[in-house]
């Protein structure tokens, strides 16, 4: 029953095996998923970032939606909810499209309430040469119950020669924060002289982590999928080896990950930090903060 369970909310959800318009071409699934979209629990809320393939995926979309069709609802930034209508067929009330620091609360039936609030990025968006830009990209605050998640999608931190990082994220955890847990991009970004505009580095991560305010981040947006421009500069192993690196010169690091040790979701021992910790997770483990 629905009492037994938790508010399940689920971040740009893709099971496809290529994340782009055809199944035939693209960058392809480097690692599986946890499980068959056909075997996925019942969700509450699906949050998408932006409407890039790799993180607003049709079939995944569509199949939810055919299973679910009034139990679930949509949240995306401005300009997604037409996309969500007239392509999945959802109804105007089952989908929520929100402006940067503009929030929701939606009442769960027997489960409680969750509050969504869509946050600034340093990214874009586009599903063709044609809306290059005309959607909204975002980050999300998630709270229920006292515990709060913030999911970052796709952002850079501080392009090549940008005379700044970007100030969204200091402002996320003074308004927002802090956050029991946060996932942080940490892949696809190499060559940064190219792909810095778009996309954060597992260093600057590591400061998007401190500027949140957050107790534990877990690295993301790494290994899933390969293809395009970072596939031909970046080995797919570099990512978490650069995260894990950063993190110990800082004495922030808790572990976990394919090769490492099991992740410590606990601040413990002398080496914990006022700015908390941060680490890696295996496909279909478990967080609990």
Same mark, same amino acid.
């Given at each position: 029953?629905?009492?037994?369970?938790?508010?399940?909310?689920?971040?740009?959800?893709?099971?496809?095996?290529?994340?782009?318009?055809?199944?035939?071409?693209?960058?392809?699934?480097?690692?599986?998923?946890?499980?068959?979209?056909?075997?996925?629990?019942?969700?509450?809320?699906?949050?998408?970032?932006?409407?890039?393939?790799?993180?607003?995926?049709?079939?995944?979309?569509? $199949?939810? %939606?055919?299973?679910?069709?009034?139990?679930?609802?949509?949240?995306?930034?401005?300009?997604?909810?037409?996309?969500?209508?007239?392509?999945?067929?959802?109804?105007?009330?089952?989908?929520?499209?929100?402006?940067?620091?503009? #929030?929701?609360?939606?009442?769960?039936?027997?489960?409680?309430?969750?509050?969504?609030?869509?946050?600034?990025?340093?990214?874009?968006?586009?599903?063709?040469?044609?809306?290059?830009?005309?959607?909204?990209?975002?980050?999300?605050?998630?709270?229920?119950?006292?515990?709060?998640?913030?999911?970052?999608?796709?952002?850079? %931190?501080?392009?090549?020669?940008?005379?700044?990082?970007?100030?969204?994220?200091?402002?996320? #955890?003074?308004?927002?924060?802090?956050?029991?847990?946060?996932?942080?991009?940490?892949?696809?970004?190499?060559?940064?002289?190219?792909?810095?505009?778009? $996309?954060?580095?597992?260093?600057?991560?590591?400061?998007?982590?401190?500027?949140?305010?957050?107790?534990?981040?877990?690295?993301? $947006?790494?290994?899933?999928?390969?293809?395009?421009?970072?596939? $031909?500069?970046?080995?797919?192993?570099?990512?978490?080896?650069?995260?894990?690196?950063?993190?110990?010169?800082?004495?922030?690091?808790?572990?976990?990950?394919?090769?490492?040790?099991?992740?410590?979701?606990?601040?413990?021992?002398?080496?914990?930090?006022?700015? #908390?910790?941060?680490?890696?997770?295996?496909?279909?483990?478990?967080?609990?903060?």
């Amino acid at each position: 029953s629905g009492a037994e369970r938790g508010i399940r909310v689920l971040c740009d959800p893709v099971f496809s095996e290529r994340t782009s318009p055809f199944q035939w071409l693209g960058p392809k699934r480097y690692t599986p998923t946890p499980c068959a979209l056909e075997e996925l629990p019942e969700v509450d809320v699906v949050c998408i970032s932006h409407n890039h393939y790799d993180h607003l995926d049709y079939a995944t979309v569509q $199949h939810i %939606y055919d299973k679910q069709g009034g139990r679930v609802h949509f949240v995306a930034g401005l300009g997604n909810k037409k996309w969500f209508t007239q392509h999945v067929g959802c109804q105007e009330d089952e989908v929520s499209e929100l402006d940067w620091w503009d #929030g929701c609360e939606l009442d769960v039936k027997d489960l409680g309430k969750v509050r969504l609030t869509c946050c600034p990025t340093q990214h874009g968006s586009g599903r063709s040469i044609n809306d290059q830009g005309q959607t909204l990209w975002c980050s999300w605050a998630i709270e229920s119950n006292g515990t709060k998640l913030y999911f970052a999608g796709d952002t850079a %931190y501080k392009a090549e020669d940008a005379p700044a990082a970007c100030p969204a994220f200091q402002e996320i #955890g003074e308004s927002l924060g802090p956050f029991d847990l946060a996932l942080l991009p940490i892949g696809l970004m190499s060559p940064h002289q190219w792909m810095g505009s778009v $996309h954060a580095t597992p260093e600057q991560s590591l400061q998007i982590h401190k500027d949140v305010k957050s107790k534990l981040s877990i690295g993301m $947006h790494w290994g899933t999928v390969r293809g395009g421009i970072s596939a $031909h500069y970046e080995d797919v192993r570099d990512p978490p080896r650069r995260w894990q690196a950063a993190a110990e010169k800082e004495s922030l690091w808790r572990g976990g990950g394919p090769q490492g040790t099991p992740l410590q979701t606990e601040e413990t021992g002398p080496g914990s930090s006022e700015y #908390g910790g941060v680490g890696l997770c295996e496909v279909g483990e478990t967080v609990a903060v």
